[in-house]
C-alpha cells in the first residue's frame, strides 16, 4: 500500500489533497498515546508516557491534546494540566479493525476541517519477547516520501484518475497504521508481561531458597543449642 501512494502521490499535487497537505506551522495537535490497561508489565506504560512527556517537552506546541488508548495512559494524563480528549480501554484486549477505522476516522475529518494541525503517535514496537522499542510516528499529515529517481521512467494510466485513487487509499491508509500500532502495542504488551513475570518468579524462586535456607540454620542453630544444654545439665549432675 506504501510503494503504491508513493507512485500516485508523485503524480499530483500534494497540495490539492487535505491528506497530503502539511500545516504551516504546528499549533492544535493531538499526540495518541497506546498504553495497556493493566500493569505487571515492566516498564511497558512507563517508557511509552515518559516518550510522550518528551515529545510534548521538545515541540512546545501551543495547544496539545492526548488521546489515550489504554487505562494507564489515561490515569496519568487526567492527574495532569494537558487536554484529555475521550479516552478508549480495552482497546488492545478486544483488538479490531473496527476500533481503528473509527479512531482513524474522527482524528482525519479532524484534521480536514482544520481543527487540529497533525497528529503524533507514541507506541511500543515489537522486536521480540524480550525487546520492546518505543517508538514516535507522525500520523497526520501523512508523510509524502521524495519521488525516487527511476533509470527508466514509465508513466503508467490510471483508472480512475489519481485523485479519486488517492481519495480512496488515503483514509484507509491512516485507518491501516493505526491498526498495525495497535497490533505492535498488543503484541509488545504480552512480551513486556511474559519478560516481567518470568523476572519475578525467578526472583520470588531465589527468595524463597534464601528465607529456607536461613530458616534451616536458625533451626539448626537452635537445636544444637538444646543438645547442648541437655548435654551439659547432665555432666553436671555426674
Known amino acids: 500500500l506504501q510503494e503504491v501512494l508513493e507512485s500516485i502521490a508523485a503524480r499530483v499535487d500534494a497540495s490539492k489533497h487535505p491528506l497530503l497537505a502539511p500545516r504551516d506551522e504546528e499549533r492544535n495537535v493531538v499526540v495518541v498515546v497506546v498504553t495497556a490497561d493493566k500493569g505487571l508489565a515492566g516498564a511497558f506504560n512507563a517508557n511509552a508516557i515518559k516518550a510522550a512527556m ?16 489504554g487505562r494507564k495512559g489515561n490515569d496519568f494524563f487526567k492527574r495532569r494540566t494537558l487536554t484529555v480528549r475521550k479516552h478508549a480501554t480495552h ?12 479512531i482513524s476516522t474522527s482524528l482525519a475529518n479532524e484534521y480536514v476541517s482544520g481543527e487540529i494541525d497533525a497528529v503524533y503517535v507514541v507506541y511500543n514496537e ?11 510516528e507522525r500520523l497526520l499529515p501523512i508523510q509524502r516520501e521524495e519521488e525516487r529517481e527511476q533509470t527508466d521512467s514509465v508513466e503508467y494510466l490510471f483508472e480512475p484518475s ?7 487509499l488515503l483514509p484507509r491508509h491512516i485507518e491501516f497504521q493505526l491498526y498495525r500500532i495497535l497490533l505492535e502495542s498488543a503484541a509488545a504488551e504480552q512480551g513486556a508481561r511474559m519478560t516481567a513475570m518470568e523476572a519475578a518468579t525467578k526472583n520470588a524462586s531465589d527468595m524463597i531458597d534464601h ?12 537445636i544444637t543449642k538444646e ?3 541437655i548435654v551439659s545439665g547432665a555432666a553436671a549432675q555426674k
Do not use: C, D, G, K
Open 91 to 102: 482497546v488492545l484486549q478486544a483488538l479490531s479493525l473496527e476500533t481503528a477505522h473509527e
Open 126 to 136: 515489537f522486536r521480540s519477547i524480550i525487546s520492546q522499542v518505543v517508538h514516535v
Open 227 to 229: 543438645i547442648i544444654e
Open 211 to 222: 528465607l529456607t535456607l536461613t530458616y534451616n540454620r536458625i533451626r539448626q542453630a537452635a
Open 162 to 168: 489519481p485523485e479519486e485513487i488517492l481519495n480512496e
Open 54 to 69: 518528551n515529545l510534548i517537552r521538545e515541540r512546545q506546541w501551543q495547544n496539545v491534546q492526548i488521546l489515550p488508548l
